[in-house]
């Protein structure tokens, strides 16, 4: 390791080595001369071995200019996976090193990225496919249910626990979809088929997917405007499913008759529109509504229910966000909450 640190120094000590040996050598003839020494001399040899030695840095530096400009970039732009492999001009013996062990570093995380994304890519795999699975037993219960529910001779007690199965299986098919739909976001931009899109019409088939619940629990739907927008059906459904469960979910349990809105209605300033999905539940506290849209985060009142699971609003802000829609929600504990889903017409182009 010395040998290789005096190396790579080589010009430096090889011109204070020829500086001083400069010095003391025109030093030394003057004494002999002169029989003394001359200390304005001394100083002047003194100087020009500084100049040398300037010299010798600055072509040092000359050498490694690029280097060291490479390294500056790197740095710069450090949070980028190759920001390490732009340095190639090393120079020096240890610059040379480094560079070589940038290379195997970057070699081996990228193994190890690898390995990682095919354990994810199995791991995804096995999710569809279980869901797939647990779907079809799923729906064979909701079948079976309907079917003993048409049947005329049942007695209430029969019945009412027909409904409260039906209402399990559905929560299972939900939670299901989630699943599926949560292994799909990262791979999203494969999934997409943006076209015009009716939003009264989107609003209308979730709320009859729901609408067995809402007769349950004394919940009054109504979808007020029309629009159309350039979306993606699917992945928008989704996003109203979640919308609607919750008002559904967080305003059951408040007694008698509620409403449930969906208002879609244009910006007067603008060409965007907001579809709004309003409801007469418990309400989000003050403390909790900027958190709702954080990854299993359930809140105050999350916590009084039971299927709660913190995962509905961040998957709905997710796929808002890689549709190019805005999610933002408002709520009065008691009185309910209204949650809008804005639609711009640039929104379209920043799908990703």
């Known amino acids: 390791m010395i040998r290789a640190y005096l190396w790579d120094r080589k010009v430096l000590i090889a011109t204070y080595l020829l500086g001083s040996i400069l010095a003391c050598t025109m030093f030394s003839i003057d004494k002999l001369r002169y029989e003394r020494a001359d200390a304005g001399l001394v100083y002047y040899y003194a100087e020009l071995a500084a100049f040398l030695l300037i010299i010798g840095l600055a072509i040092d530096y000359l050498r490694q200019r690029s280097y060291y400009k490479q390294l500056r970039d790197a740095i710069e732009h450090g949070t980028e996976l190759k920001a390490s492999m732009v340095i190639t001009s090393g120079i ?45 037993p799923v729906s064979v219960i909701d079948l079976l249910v309907q079917e003993a529910l048409q049947e005329q001779d049942a007695p209430p007690a029969h019945t009412e626990r027909l409904q409260s199965i039906r209402e399990e299986t559905g929560r299972m098919t939900r939670g299901l979809d989630m699943m599926l739909h949560t292994a799909r976001l990262d791979k999203i931009e494969f999934d997409l088929h943006p076209r015009s899109v009716p939003l009264h019409e989107a609003a209308r088939s979730v709320i009859n997917a729901h ?16 629009a159309v927008v350039e979306t993606d059906e699917k992945w928008l459904t989704f996003i ?10 967080y305003t059951k349990r408040k007694p008698g008759s509620k409403k449930l809105i969906v208002s879609i209605e244009k910006e007067p300033d603008s060409s965007a529109v907001r579809l709004s999905v309003i409801d007469e539940g418990i309400g989000i506290e003050a403390h909790d509504l900027p958190r709702i849209f954080d990854p299993f985060f359930t809140g105050e009142n ?9 995962m509905g609003l961040y998957l709905a802000k997710k796929v808002c966000g890689n549709l190019g829609l805005e999610l933002h929600a408002e709520s009065e504990v008691g009185s ?7 639609f711009r017409p640039e929104g379209i182009h920043l799908l990703r």
Request: one cysteine or more; charged letters at 20%; hydrophobic letters at 35%.
């Open 92 to 136: 020096t013996k240890e610059q040379i090193a480094v560079q070589k062990l940038l290379a195997a570093q970057y070699g081996a995380y990228l193994t190890e990225l690898s390995q990682y994304r095919r354990q994810q890519e199995q791991h995804n795999h096995f999710v569809l496919q279980w869901v797939h699975h647990m779907k079809t």
């Open 211 to 226: 609408k067995q619940l809402c007769i349950r629990h004394a919940i009054f739907p109504r979808i007020d405007g029309e």
């Open 240 to 249: 109203l499913n979640q919308l609607i469960g919750n008002a559904i979910k």
């Open 302 to 310: 999350g916590r009084a229910v039971e299927e709660s699971t913190g």
């Open 336 to 342: 309910g909450t209204k949650v809008t889903v804005v």
